[in-house]
DNA sequence: AACGTACACTTAT
DNA sequence: ATAAGTGTACGTT
């Protein structure tokens, strides 16, 4: 199947996504646009929607050294929370180094929601820039509070 | 195939 | 504040 690709924005940012049918293949946060639509699910995403990415799949999660493993876990964190790079580390036996390591490297952010994982004494680093996922971090905890008060 | 290095961490000084 | 411990991938022999 082609390769799709485009962005939508996010803020100062811009989402360049490249994606095949339900698979994404990419995903990247860039100063400049890229032309073309993105799927749905990423504007309603960078909309401030709650939205889980349900319908797509990552090539991530697929890896098969354990980085696979680890994205999976990451991916189970539900939007609007967040888990320390211990803890994941625990759910895969591994240290919260290479889940660092794991994080740095992912192909398809927000798909893989890296940005819900934290240190334990600091925010930890985001790519290309830790303003981003404080940002995502802020927004999830947003939309959470609006959709259920107290 | 082996070795060295780089790390988006953590815990103990 | 700083160093030691840590596990994996990746580039370089």
Known sequence: MEVMSGSCRF??????????????????????PLPGAVPPSFTRYCAGKEERFQSYESVATSYPTIYGQIYQAVRNVPYGETETY????????????????????????LVIPCHRIVGKHHIGGFTPSPEIKEALILMEKKTRKRKQPG
């Open 86 to 109: 211990g803890e994941i580390a625990g759910t895969v036996s591994t240290s919260a180094r290479v889940v660092g390591q794991a994080m740095r490297r992912n192909p398809t952010p």
């Open 11 to 32: 803020g100062l940012w811009f989402v360049h996504v490249w994606w095949s049918g339900a698979m994404i293949h990419h995903v990247l946060f860039s100063k400049s």
